[in-house]
């Protein structure tokens, strides 16, 4: 017996089965014990749930439960009466505040992207030493460069792993 | 006038009437008369006391702000035992999300335990008073996980079709007849072994 047919057999137990899938299903009850049995098992079941749930009582009294629901009911209603008195405005709130910190962030990034009175031209290189070892950094409106030594020296001539500033007039 | 009106002696339709003109008094009275019946059904979902009780005032709360939906095509009490069951489905969903699957679990939603369980050949229920039976159907129910725990309730209980506990469950026919067909053998067998711990 597949699944599919154990599920008809509990739809016929259920009432749910059209006449035509029902007559069907009745016939196989006739011819096999085991679908028959499952049948049976069902049905019990289910009758014997009809009307017995257990009943069950609110473990409160009447008045401070009511309380309850009366103090929630008026609150709601009190916010529900400050909301609508808001001017229409204040609904677009919640937008203004990210909407203006997104704005601050992009005005910040533009003043360090633009090259704001300095003069044309490339202001800044930036290259690598042959042996990869090291980064520089040149910025041509003070002119300062930059020259960071990426692993500590072998041989004393530069100190480990630290930047160091060359300025040239 | 609503001096002149007697509460305890209303009907459901009547205090529904006075409670959508916003006496509160008389929704007062609604809520007296169903809140055992929301907070059972609560109950039977959650089975925990204190989310029973904080999902039925919650249910209470919506039923006052939603009264004016509430156009008698059901019951009052089938209208609020339908907004108490949506809430705890959403809590439920929840608590789901937070909480780590057990395999025991994985597998009742593959379905392929309840096909190798044996048929329960004796009727698990046979014999027995109709107050002890409730108590054991309760008790085995608290062993189930909460998505066979929760079809068994709105199918036998609420006797919803399948497609209605589908609609409110989020989920395809075909998953809500393995639910209940896994969650009723699985009931079969713990009330089987409930007997069998009885037996002399």
Redesign the interface.
Known sequence: MNRDMQFKIQALADGELSAAEAREVSALLAHDPAAAALHAELRQLREAMIGLEEPRSLPESREFFWSKIRREIERSERASVAASAEPWWTAWRMWFRPAGVLAGVALVALLFLLPIGRGSGPNAMVAAFADGGAITFRDESTGTTFVWFTYPAENGVAEAAAPTTLTTP | MPNERSYPTAEDKALVAWAQQGD?LAF?EL??RH??KI??RA??MMRN?QDA?DL??EA??KA??RLAQFQGESSFATWMTRITINLCLDLLRKQKRLRAESIEEMNEES?GV??QMP???V????GLE?TE???R??AAMEKLSYEHRTV?VL???EEM??KQIAKVMGCSI?TI??R??YA??R??AL?QDLRKEDAP
């Open positions: 509160m007062e809520v007296a809140r055992d907070y059972a109950f039977s006391e009780i039925s005032q209470w709360v006052w702000q379905g309840e096909r048929v329960v050949t009727n698990p229920t046979e109709r039976l409730r108590k159907i309760d068994l199918h036998e209980f079709e399948y075909g007849m393995s209940l067909f009723r053998r009931l079969a009330l």
